[in-house]
């Protein structure tokens, strides 16, 4: 007697307004349990640094990108000339210019929406975002994760300037903290989509770029990895188009 295999049952994607805003929430608790505590490493970075504590907040609002938060708490700490801040802040951020490419902007239709759509396009959302099946996207779903990423963002840097100023001495290793999270977030995507040969090209744009180009390797990087990921799109794709070639010429034969 044979038994009888029962279907594996998937549940159905959001459909109501209301499903999509709790389904971006809930996309949201993986990227947020990196968020929330980098998010206190600014808020500590930011009293540690002997500046003011409305700083953490107001930076979480007028640049909502942890990487660049981060950084500018060591320049305000220095002083650092404000051309060295606007080329820092340029090259950090290029590489939001190819998220645009991929991220479903086009699902907002709303003007204002799409902007802080645009303007909360951080790492993170791309990368929970990049993990969905593109029938289960939607503006609603797409907006509560990045509004719920960056609560988590302000929230932390809040608890972040609790704890600097409550803690009678600095903690030291906060830097490592973005570097820690975007280590999990590559993790996680490798896992995810076993895009071995990404990994690679990554890697080798990295060490070239910082063979080649040391000052501004990050940007080299960004740039060489983008050629070399068109270049295997290209060459994937005419690998394709001949397969399909060579099957259907028997076909016709046969025909």
């Known amino acids: 007697m044979q038994d ?3 279907p594996q049952m998937t549940a159905p994607p959001p459909t109501t307004r209301k499903e999509q805003i709790v389904a971006g929430v809930r996309d949201s608790f993986s990227a947020g349990l990196g968020i929330f505590p980098l998010g206190i490493a600014l808020g500590l970075l ?9 700083l953490a907040p107001a930076l979480s609002l007028a640049a909502f990108a942890g990487s660049l938060e981060l950084l500018l708490v060591g320049m305000m700490a220095t002083v650092t000339p404000l051309a060295a801040v606007a080329l820092t802040v340029f090259v950090v951020n290029f590489r939001h210019v190819f998220y645009a490419f991929s991220f479903p902007l086009h699902l907002v239709r709303n003007p204002l929406a799409k902007a802080y759509a645009v303007y909360a ?12 099946p593109t029938a289960e996207r939607s503006a609603p779903r797409l907006l509560a994760m990045q509004i719920a990423c960056q609560t988590y963002w302000v929230g932390g840097g809040l608890v972040g300037v609790a704890i600097g100023t409550a803690l009678p001495a600095p903690v030291k290793g906060l830097e490592f903290a973005l570097c820690a999270l975007f280590t999990v977030l590559t993790l996680d995507a ?3 989509r076993r895009e071995i040969p990404s990994v690679l090209l990554a890697g080798a744009s990295v060490a070239v770029a910082l063979v080649l180009t040391p000052g501004v390797a990050m940007f080299t990087a960004l740039l060489l990895f983008v050629v070399l990921l068109l270049v295997r799109h290209a060459l994937t794709a005419r690998r394709a188009a001949h397969s399909a070639a060579h099957s259907a010429a028997p076909e016709a034969a046969d025909a």
């Open 121 to 132: 396009m951080i790492d993170e959302a791309y990368a929970v975002n990049a993990s969905l």
């Open 190 to 192: 490798f896992r995810s």
């Open 4 to 6: 009888v295999v029962q």
């Open 46 to 54: 930011v009293i540690q640094a002997g500046l003011s504590w409305w």
